[in-house]
């Protein structure tokens, strides 16, 4: 069916900086937008970036001018700099279709420490 991974992720000191990849492949006819969202134990999957076909951008507040997300084709980037340890989570890609269908990947973990 539809496959959706992310990569990338890893262990990063404060202040610096990760990208991360995300390539949806399989059965889809098209992309309509490709989000990033993050989640850790005890809070709610929250999101992070999304971007459309046409590559408009939106962004949490709380990664406004850190984070920067663009794509090509059916994959999405997301570029982490200045990174600070509540920034720390396991990140998710999710790629919606032009039906409004969306489909997950596995998730890649984001560790922000000294």
């Known amino acids: 069916q539809v496959q959706v991974v992310e990569s990338g992720g890893g262990l990063v000191q404060p202040g610096g900086s990760l990208r991360l990849s995300c390539t949806a492949s399989?059965?889809?006819?098209?992309?309509?937008?490709m989000r990033w969202y993050r989640q850790d134990p005890g809070n709610q999957r929250e999101l992070v970036a999304s971007?459309?076909?046409?590559?408009s951008a939106n962004y949490a507040d709380a990664v406004k001018g850190r984070f920067t997300i663009s794509k090509d084709k059916n994959t999405v980037y997301l570029q982490m700099n200045s990174l600070k340890p509540e920034d720390t989570a396991l990140y998710y890609c999710?790629?919606?279709?032009?039906?409004?269908?969306?489909?997950w990947g596995q998730g890649t973990q984001v560790t922000v420490s000294s």
């Open positions: 971007i459309t076909s046409g590559g």
């Open positions: 399989g059965s889809i006819f098209g992309i309509y937008a």
């Open positions: 999710n790629a919606e279709d032009p039906r409004g269908r969306g489909y």
